[in-house]
């Protein structure tokens, strides 16, 4: 099963298409993720990544129910 997960858009690193990419806050976990699916977004967006790459944006408040719910998920692993 793949999994897409939100993150919030925090640092341009290239806007040129097709090379975007920025620094994407996961939960606090910085990642470089290519953005050349969503070369619209903008500094504090919340992104959909699957594999490093954002495949399309999410407003800000599906984006903290989702990453709300995934942390829920995980408190209950082993």
């Known amino acids: 099963m793949c999994l897409a997960v939100p993150g919030q858009v925090v ?6 298409a097709p090379f975007c990419e920025a620094e994407v806050d996961f939960l606090g976990v910085k990642r470089v993720c290519n953005l050349s699916c969503v070369p619209e977004a903008r ?10 790459i954002a495949i399309s944006r ?7 129910q989702t990453l709300k719910e995934l942390q829920s998920l995980g408190e209950t692993e082993p």
């Open 58 to 64: 999410i407003d800000a408040e599906a984006a903290r």
């Open 43 to 52: 500094l504090n967006d919340y992104v959909i990544v699957h594999a490093g």
């Open 11 to 16: 640092r341009w690193l290239r806007q040129d």
